[in-house]
């Protein structure tokens, strides 16, 4: 598994997608979902773990975290990520072992042979302001595509079913953003993040904002 040949600074915020070999699906049940989570919660430490022998997962003493992390998003055949580098290298030894650790579960579950990803992790460094705010909403947004796939072309004609299927779907950093409590709520590290959210009502107004416009058609 490797990452495209963008510089991985300290301090530094990041856009990071990456998919299904061939497309392929890489979720397939809630199951597999939830176990996305506690992999990405494990994986940010510079210690070792063994899932099987882990009972809550969310109160595991991880010691120095890799990265911050600051949204995502998975979806049936990939995953989206926002994150901040902290420790050297940080990016690239987390996805190791996040990745691997999944593809290792996948495998056994779906008896599966092969690498689970594409060879290469697309990555976007975010730069400025007016893009990584953008990039919250990118991928909080990302699922409605579950249930309007043309909706950033087309719109959205009912747009309480949209909002109503991302509260519902609970394997995002949505619904942290939307103030549940939630064992996840461990997973972000927020406070390393621009608070463009300062109140659930801000957060609220942009999700609005970008459903009534669509996202390609604001951000251009």
């Not at 049940?29 to 176990?35: E, G, K, M, P, T």
């Not at 996305?36 to 991880?62: C, G, H, P, W």
């Not at 990584?132 to 947004?141: A, E, Q, R, T």
Request: with cysteine.
């Amino acid at each position: 598994m490797s990452i495209r040949p963008v510089p991985l600074l300290p301090d530094e915020y990041y856009h990071i997608y990456s998919r299904g070999g061939d497309k392929r699906k890489i979720f397939h049940n809630a199951v597999d979902y939830q176990r996305f989570q506690k992999l990405l919660y494990l994986a940010n430490s510079d210690k070792s773990f063994r899932f099987e022998t882990i009972k809550n997962v969310y109160e595991v003493e991880r010691g120095e975290r890799l990265v911050s992390i600051g949204a995502y998003c998975p979806m049936p055949n990939h995953i989206h990520l926002l994150i901040k580098q902290k420790a050297e290298n940080g990016i690239s030894k987390f996805l190791q072992k996040f990745l691997t650790a999944y593809s290792m579960y996948y495998n056994v579950k779906y008896e599966h042979t092969g690498s689970l990803f594409e060879s290469k992790f697309k990555v976007e460094h975010l730069g400025n302001d007016v893009y990584l705010k953008y990039v919250f909403s990118y991928i909080h947004l990302n699922p409605v595509k579950l249930i309007y796939p043309d909706w950033k072309e087309d719109g959205i004609s009912d747009k309480k079913r949209a909002l109503d299927f991302l509260n519902q779907h609970t394997y995002s950093s949505f619904l942290d953003y939307r103030g549940i409590k939630r064992p996840e709520n461990k997973i972000l590290n927020r406070e390393e993040f621009p608070d463009y959210f300062p109140t659930l009502k801000h957060f609220e107004n942009e999700i609005l904002d970008w459903i009534n416009y669509g996202l390609q058609g604001k951000a251009s």
